[in-house]
C-alpha cells in the first residue's frame, strides 16, 4: 500500500520570500503524484500533477514541483509568495494502474507572514 | 458550471439519528468518493464508486454506507450517527482514469 508523509504541519513565510514544502511518498509500484491546495473554508483544488515525464511539473498560481524517484519525493516550491497563498496544501498518491484512489498526506498549514 | 455539489453544508444531530448527506456531480464523471477530514490527519477516504452499482470501501468505511443508483448522485449515510463521525466530509469525483478529482465545498457534521 502506499503511503504520503508531510513532515511539516506549519510552515510560516515572510511575504515574496521562497517557500519549500516536503513530500515523501513510499510504495512498491509506480504512483502519480499531486499536490491539492485548500483555501480557508473551502474545498481542495488542484494545484499540479506528475503523470509521466518531465519530473518538473509547473501549477497553477506560480507553483512548481519536482519529483525524484530516487529520494522518493515531491517536493512543492514558490519563488515568491504572497498573502493570498495562504492555504493548507495537501500532497497525495495514486497508483498507476485503474484505480483513481488518492491517498493524502496529513497537510501542511502555510501561513504567509506581511 | 462544472461542479460538485453538497448537502446540507452544515448539519448538527444527535447521537443515533439517521443522516444523509448528498453529493451530486454534473460532469458526467465515472468515479466518486467521500472522504473525511479531521485535524493532523488529512483526508481518509470512506468509500468511493466506479460507476453506478459499483461501490467499494476505502480506508474508514465503518458506520457509514452509500450507494450510487444514478451516475451523478453518491449519497453518504450514516445509519447511526456517532460523537467520533464528527468532521469535515468531502465528496469528490473524477473522470475514469483523469487522477484529477474534483472536490465539493464539504459538510461540517457535529454529532453531539
Known amino acids: 500500500a502506499q503511503s504520503v508523509t508531510q513532515l511539516d504541519s506549519q510552515v510560516p513565510v515572510f511575504e515574496e520570500a521562497p517557500v519549500e514544502l516536503r513530500c515523501n511518498y513510499s510504495?512498491?509500484?509506480?504512483?502519480?503524484l499531486f499536490w491539492y491546495v485548500q483555501y480557508p473554508n473551502q474545498g481542495l483544488q488542484l494545484l499540479l500533477k506528475?503523470?509521466?515525464?518531465?519530473?518538473l511539473v509547473k501549477g497553477i498560481n506560480g507553483f512548481e514541483a519536482e519529483f525524484n524517484k530516487s529520494q522518493t519525493s515531491f517536493h512543492l516550491r514558490k519563488p515568491s509568495v504572497h498573502i493570498s497563498d495562504t492555504a493548507e496544501y495537501f500532497c497525495?498518491?495514486?497508483?498507476?494502474?485503474?484505480?483513481?484512489?488518492?491517498?493524502f498526506g496529513t497537510g501542511t498549514r502555510l501561513t504567509i507572514i506581511p | 458550471e462544472a461542479q460538485v455539489t453538497q448537502n446540507p453544508r452544515y448539519l448538527i444531530t444527535v447521537t443515533g439519528k439517521k443522516l444523509t448527506v448528498t453529493c451530486s456531480q454534473n460532469?458526467?464523471?465515472?468515479?466518486m468518493s467521500w472522504y473525511r477530514q479531521d485535524p493532523g490527519l488529512g483526508l481518509r477516504q470512506i468509500y468511493y464508486?466506479?460507476?453506478?452499482?459499483?461501490?467499494d470501501k476505502g480506508d474508514v468505511p465503518e458506520g457509514y454506507k452509500v450507494s450510487r443508483k444514478e451516475k451523478r448522485n453518491f449519497p453518504l449515510i450514516l445509519e447511526s450517527p456517532s460523537p467520533n463521525q464528527t468532521s469535515l466530509y468531502f465528496c469528490?469525483?473524477?473522470?475514469?482514469?483523469?487522477?484529477?478529482?474534483?472536490f465539493g465545498p464539504g459538510t461540517r457534521l457535529t454529532v453531539t
Open positions: 460532469m458526467n464523471h465515472e468515479y
Open positions: 497525495a498518491v495514486s497508483l498507476t494502474f485503474g484505480n483513481e484512489k488518492l491517498t
Open positions: 506528475y503523470l509521466s515525464g518531465s519530473t
Open positions: 510504495s512498491s509500484v509506480s504512483v502519480y
Open positions: 464508486s466506479m460507476n453506478v452499482e459499483v461501490t
Open positions: 469528490a469525483s473524477a473522470q475514469e482514469q483523469s487522477y484529477e478529482q474534483y
